[in-house]
Nanobody, 116 residues
């Protein structure tokens, strides 16, 4: 089993920055993929960024503003969010996929609100 603990959300003004962290614990500590989704009110959950197999992929809406990174020794994934916009407001969920079994584990979500 895997437990994920997220931190770093909050309220920020447009143009500001936040850094999200997600630490994994439990019996599985090595992951094929680690990433972030988000869900805004009334919208479907969407992929924000994922780091897997040495590749980094981003949603078009966050390219150039968000950076995903991972510290495998700490089983932690980060999301540095710069130049935040009002439309980035959402609950952000981290997820991980172990090498085996290949199933998704989800964090509890952290609220990010961008507002003046």
């Amino acid at each position: 089993q895997v437990q994920l603990v997220e931190s770093g959300g909050g309220l920020v003004q447009p143009g500001g920055s936040l850094r999200l962290s997600c630490a994994a614990s439990g019996n599985i500590r090595s992951f094929y993929a680690m990433g972030w989704y988000r869900q805004a009110p009334g919208k479907q959950r969407e992929l924000v960024a994922v780091a897997s197999g040495g590749n980094l992929n981003y949603a078009d809406s966050v390219k150039g503003r968000f950076t995903i990174s991972r510290d495998n020794a700490k089983s932690t994934v980060y999301l540095q969010m710069n130049s935040l916009k009002v439309e980035d407001t959402a609950v952000y969920y981290c997820y991980v996929v172990p090498w085996a079994p290949r199933k998704n584990y989800w964090g509890q979500g952290t609220q990010v609100t961008v507002s003046s």
